[in-house]
């Protein structure tokens, strides 16, 4: 029987969710897709510079489950740079952060709530 995932804990979705080529060749280019958790580690620990083991505080979960994920993330993220894929952000095993958590020390809870509320399950 496999083990159940765990829910890891996201402050805020990107602002955008699509990234790909200007070049217009975008309807024939392939797609990779990174979860919502994967982006939730790029930002911390490129853009927020958080060590590992303080982003696995954040999304609580293992220093070793963050590693893993943010090797994944970089791997799609030079796929998608390198040979010109779209990358689209979405889906995951996450929880957004409600804001009221005294260990949240990201500085992204709150953001984008609107956008929440438009659609997501993922609540």
């Known amino acids: 029987m496999a083990r159940p995932r765990k829910w890891r804990k996201v402050c805020c979705l990107p602002a955008s969710d699509k990234f ?31 060590t590992q083991e303080k982003c696995a505080n954040q999304m609580a979960i293992a220093r070793t489950t963050v590693q893993a994920i943010y090797n994944e993330a970089r791997q799609k993220i030079a796929k998608s740079l390198v040979h010109g894929y779209v990358l689209i952000i979405e889906g995951g095993d996450y929880k957004l952060c409600d804001g009221l958590e005294h260990s949240c020390e990201c500085g992204g809870c709150g953001r984008h709530r609107k956008r929440i509320s438009e659609g997501s399950d993922n609540i």
């Open 20 to 50: 790909g080529p200007l070049n217009g060749n975008e309807i024939n280019s392939n797609f990779i897709k990174m979860s919502i958790d994967e982006y939730e580690t790029i930002r911390l620990i490129d853009l927020a510079g958080f």
